[in-house]
C-alpha cells in the first residue's frame, strides 16, 4: 500500500472537480464565439470566474486564469517589470523564493533589473522591515505568503502595507497557501492607490485538487501589466488566447471546496502533523523540524535528518510506500542543495539532509503512521550506521 505525503507537490483530483470539468468539458463552444454554442461557453466561463473572485475577493475583472502557478508568476514579474515606470530597475527579491520567481527574476537581470535581495530570517520569514529597506525607488517587489519548502507562513499583511507605503508593485506568490491561510486580495490592497501596493497574487489548481494546467493570476483594475504572449484580446488582453472552460469550472469548484473545508481541515492536519513530528523525534531523535513552528502550512513538516543524505531517505522511503519529497530542487537530473535552507544560514550539508512530508485531504493516521515506522530504518541506512557506510 502506498502513502502519500507529497501534497505540495500536488494534490490528488478531487471527484466534484473531475465532475465539473467534464460536464463543461461537453460545451463544444468557443467563449469568444457568438453564437449560441460560444455564450454557453461564455456564460460557463464567466460563472466560474465570478465563483473565484467570491472565493478570493477580488472583482471578476481581476481574475485571469492562466495554465498554472508557473505562467502566473512570469506574467506577473515580467509584466510589471516591462511595464515599469521610467527611471526603475530594481526588483526586491526575499531569498528563498520559488524557483519559478528566482528564475524569472535571473531572466529579467539579463535584461538590467537590479535584484535587491532581503535575507531570511533562520525560520524561513521575510523580515517586513527589512522588506521595507529594499522597497523605495523599486520598480516591483514579490514574496511568498508561505514558503513551499520550509512551510513557514509570512505576514503578508505587513509586507502589502509596506509597499503600498513605499509606492511600489508588489506581487505575492500564494501557491503554496492556497487553501490553508485565509486569502483576501481585497483586503491585503487595503487603501492602496493606484497600480501600488498589491498588484497581483499567483495561485494555482492542482494544489488544492483542481486538474493540473488550471491557475489564476488575480491582477487589480489599477495595475500596468505588458502581456506574455498576443493576439486576441481576451482577459483585458493581458492573457490571451481560447479560454480554457472546463478548467475553470474545475478550479472554481475545487476552490469554493478548500475554502468551505479550510478551517477544520487545517485544524485536522495540525494535529496530524504533530504526530508525524513527535514519532519522527522518537525514531530519529537527532532530527530537527525546520521552519517556523507555529506560524507555518497546517501540513508541512520540513525535517533536517543531520548525517544523511536527503535523496538516499527519498528512495528508501519509496521503496516502503511513503511518497514525500526532498528540500532540494533537481534540475538536469542533478540533485542540487535546498536553496531555502541554505537561505536560512545553514550549511550546505544541511541543504543536502532534508525532507519535507507534506498533508492533504486525503492523508490519514494511517499513512502518518506508516512514514513514521519506516523512517528509523531508512535514516539508520542513509546516514550508514546500519551499513557501516553512506549509501
Not at 226 to 237: E, W
Not at 339 to 358: K, T, Y
Amino acid at each position: 500500500m502506498r502513502h502519500y505525503l507529497d501534497h505540495a507537490a500536488t494534490s490528488p483530483l478531487r471527484a466534484e472537480a473531475r465532475d465539473a470539468w467534464l460536464a463543461a468539458a461537453t460545451v463544444a463552444g468557443n467563449a469568444s464565439s457568438t453564437h449560441g454554442a460560444g455564450q454557453e461557453a461564455r456564460r460557463l466561463l464567466e460563472e466560474s470566474r465570478e465563483r473565484v473572485a467570491a472565493v478570493l475577493q477580488a472583482d471578476p475583472i481581476e481574475i485571469v486564469f492562466t495554465s498554472g502557478g508557473t505562467e502566473s508568476v512570469n506574467l506577473a514579474l515580467q509584466g510589471l517589470w516591462r511595464a515599469r515606470p521610467a527611471g526603475t530597475s530594481a526588483i526586491v527579491l526575499p531569498d528563498g523564493e520559488h524557483h519559478a520567481t528566482m528564475d524569472t527574476a535571473a531572466a529579467l537581470a539579463a535584461e538590467g533589473a537590479e535584484i535587491r535581495p532581503v535575507p531570511l530570517s533562520a525560520r524561513a520569514r521575510i523580515d517586513p522591515g527589512l522588506f521595507a529597506d529594499a522597497l523605495p525607488g523599486a520598480a516591483l517587489a514579490t514574496a511568498l505568503v508561505a514558503n513551499n519548502e520550509a512551510g513557514t507562513v509570512n505576514d503578508a499583511s505587513a509586507l502589502t502595507a509596506a509597499a503600498a507605503a513605499r509606492a511600489v508593485p508588489l506581487h505575492l506568490d500564494a501557491v503554496a497557501a492556497l487553501g490553508h491561510v485565509p486569502l483576501s486580495f481585497r483586503a491585503l490592497r487595503g487603501d492602496a492607490a493606484d497600480g501600488v501596493g498589491l498588484v497581483a497574487l499567483s495561485v494555482t489548481g492542482h494544489k488544492i485538487g483542481a486538474p493540473v494546467g488550471i491557475g489564476v493570476l488575480v491582477v487589480a483594475r489599477s495595475a500596468t501589466l505588458s502581456p506574455l504572449l498576443r493576439g486576441g484580446g481576451q482577459q483585458r488582453g493581458l492573457r490571451p488566447g481560447t479560454q480554457d472552460v472546463a478548467g475553470a469550472a474545475a478550479f472554481a469548484t475545487a476552490l469554493e471546496l478548500a475554502e468551505r473545508e479550510r478551517e477544520t481541515e487545517s485544524a485536522r492536519l495540525r494535529e496530524l502533523r504533530e504526530r508525524l513530528v513527535d514519532g519522527i523525534a522518537a525514531a530519529v531523535p537527532t532530527a530537527e523540524l525546520l521552519g517556523d513552528p507555529v506560524d507555518r502550512l497546517p501540513g508541512n513538516a520540513h525535517v533536517l535528518f543531520p548525517g544523511a543524505v536527503g535523496e538516499s531517505l527519498l528512495f528508501l522511503l519509496d521503496v516502503a510506500g511513503i511518497s514525500v519529497s526532498t528540500g532540494s530542487a533537481c534540475q538536469a537530473g542533478v540533485a542540487e542543495p535546498s536553496h531555502v535552507v541554505m537561505a536560512m544560514g545553514r550549511p550546505e550539508r544541511d541543504a543536502r539532509s532534508v525532507l519535507r512530508f507534506s498533508l492533504g485531504r486525503t492523508s490519514t493516521i494511517e499513512d502518518v503512521d506508516a512514514a513514521v515506522a519506516a523512517i528509523g530504518e531508512a535514516f539508520a541506512r542513509a546516514s550508514g550506521a546500519g551499513s557501516g557506510g553512506r549509501s
